[in-house]
């Protein structure tokens, strides 16, 4: 995606930390993302096709709760038919896969998100991949899957974390000056949902890719050679700051709640967030870094806008 008005958003999002680094405002770039999106919804809306999306939730997961609620108000912002079908946790497969069936037929259906996790009696898999392709806004689907691992970008619905992790690496590279082409890159994590997505990303934007994980051998080696840094272990602040190479990019993808100082008003022990990567000490040696909260989470939710606005794009060609 690109911004009409680059120069000012690029001013917007990189704030100087106080120490080398440059701070990436994904909280910026995510507003900066809907507000395109909506802009590309109202342009589709006058052409006859209103961008669809439905969000299926099974069971009452207070987590899920929460992030569909946020993807059904993202919607609503961005013009969008938005309907959430709630589900009991007692649900069957059967019962799940007649629902994705009709919204799979559904015209004023674009987009498809089924919240993680299902209930143990739901072969998650198999509904995940009932889901139509063209209406896979996750990117979870194997097709998908597939047309990214061979470099088919402009049909394929991509994983939103890694996605909206790229469109931030995008901003500060070009705010720092540098490539992203031929640079060392390192993954660290290799899930389907962000670090495989993340290294297919970085190796089509022709970046040397390695993609990391809990049993390499010499991870501290690995991430000290590289340019780019992307962390998706969910281990707090298991890269250390040391670690960092100079003037590195280092977008961490890890959200972990750990205890913090003291106690709230209702006596509970107070509890902060952190990421993958140790961030205080990872500022006085990195080029650019993304703060959590505030870096790569808000982007999560955009993304899925996009992708949503993109599938009812593709869905018009498809059709004429
Ligand atoms: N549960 C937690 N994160 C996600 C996500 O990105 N997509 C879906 N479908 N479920 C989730």
Sequence with gaps: MTLATDQQAQADILRPSGQ??????????????????????????GEGVKPGLAVVLVGENPASQVYVRSKGKAAQSCGFH?????????????????????????PAIHGILIQLPLPPQVNAARV?????????????????????SIGELERALVPCTPAGSMLLLERAAKALGV?????????????????????????????????????????????????IVVAAVGRP??????WIKEGAIVIDVGINRVPG???????????????????????????AITPVPGGVGP??????????LRAAQLSRGARS
């Excluded at 938005?82 to 559904?106: K, M, Y």
């Excluded at 602040?237 to 040391?242: A, L, V």
């Excluded at 100082?261 to 080029?287: M, N, W």
């Design 299 to 308: 982007m999560t939710i955009a993304m899925l806008m996009a992708n949503t």
């Design 20 to 45: 080398k680094a440059l701070l990436i405002d994904g909280k910026k770039i995510a507003e900066s993302v809907l507000a395109e999106v909506a802009a590309g919804a109202a342009a589709l809306t």
């Design 82 to 106: 938005s309907v959430q079908h709630d589900l009991p946790a007692t649900v069957s497969e059967g019962e799940l896969l007649a629902l994705v069936d009709r919204l799979n037929a559904d």
């Design 179 to 227: 490539e992203i082409s031929g640079a060392d890159a390192v993954v660290v994590g290799r899930s389907n949902i962000v670090g495989k997505p993340m290294a297919q990303l970085l190796l089509s934007r022709n970046a040397t890719v390695t993609i990391a994980h809990s049993r390499s051998r010499d991870l501290k080696g690995i991430v000290g050679r590289a340019d």
């Design 237 to 242: 602040e298991m890269i250390r700051g040391e």
């Design 128 to 148: 995940l991949e009932r889901v139509s392709p063209a209406k896979d806004v996750d990117g979870f689907h194997p097709f998908n899957a597939g047309l990214l």
């Design 261 to 287: 100082e003291g106690v709230t008003a209702q006596g509970q022990p107070k509890t902060r967030l952190v990421g993958d990567v140790a961030f205080d000490s990872s500022l006085p040696r990195a080029g």
